[in-house]
């Protein structure tokens, strides 16, 4: 079964424009780590955020936000007013305790923000 | 600035022939590497578990004999792909933990496009 679900393949909205990329997984573990990844064309992986399982508490940088809910096992991100930079590949990963450097990733979601 | 190193970014090659990535980790001491690969428009999987001093463990469907891994050093990491085919083609990542005073952060590298012709 697949531990990280993000069910949009590909999203396109226009310049300042608020959008939500959903993510849910799936773990018997109590804890573990989920984390939101950038990837630009060029390929690197960008870090955005990572979360322990204890921690709920929404969080907000800028114009990202994050709203993580144990009970519905999601882990949604927000771009508010997006702009044509945040243009790219965005992965969740899901990492657990019996290994915590392996991640697994989910599908990615494609943003196309359009000027 | 980066601290887990990639070499090369781009790599093209002939189908039958061998070619090499290196995983270096810049600013600290990696026991344990991971490599990703990434086929186009797909997503990352997790292909073995790269052991400093020890054997690589290779994920289920992964064949070792093809894509070789040897982590030599405490920074560096090498994986080569043996007898490439055009299927070979993709993206392949590199990650390090740095466990440095007990933190557990995960470095991702620049990843490496390897194209067989």
């Known amino acids: 079964a697949q531990k990280v679900t993000q069910a949009q393949t590909e999203i396109s909205v226009v310049e300042k424009e608020d959008v939500t990329l959903d993510c849910v997984y799936e773990?018997?573990?109590?804890?573990?780590?989920l984390f939101w990844y950038k990837q630009p064309p060029s390929g690197e992986l960008v870090f955005l955020i990572r979360r322990n399982s204890f921690d709920e508490q929404n969080e907000i940088s800028g114009r990202y936000s994050w709203n993580f809910q144990k009970s519905t096992s999601s882990f949604n991100f927000t771009i508010t007013a997006s702009q044509v930079v945040d243009s790219a590949v965005y992965f969740c990963a899901l990492s657990e305790a019996g290994n915590f450097n392996k991640f697994y990733f989910g599908s990615g979601t494609k943003l196309n923000v359009k000027p | 600035g980066a601290v887990v190193s990639q070499h090369p970014s781009w790599v093209i090659c002939k189908s039958g022939t061998s070619v090499k990535i290196e995983c270096r980790s810049l600013?600290?001491?990696?026991?344990?590497m991971f490599w990703y690969r990434q086929f186009p428009k797909q997503s990352l999987m997790l292909m073995a578990t790269?052991?400093?001093?020890?054997?690589?463990?290779?994920e289920q469907g992964v064949e070792k004999d093809k894509f070789l891994i040897n982590h030599a050093s405490l920074t560096l990491s090498t994986l080569t792909v043996t007898s490439a085919h055009p299927e070979d083609s993709s993206f392949y990542i590199c990650?390090?933990?740095?466990?440095?005073?007990?933190?557990?952060?995960?470095?991702f590298g620049e990843g490496s496009w390897l194209t067989v012709v």
């Open positions: 600013d600290f001491q990696a026991t344990t």
């Open positions: 790269s052991n400093e001093g020890s054997k690589a463990t290779y």
């Open positions: 773990t018997r573990d109590t804890t573990y780590y």
């Open positions: 990650s390090a933990r740095d466990g440095r005073l007990g933190g557990n952060t995960i470095y």
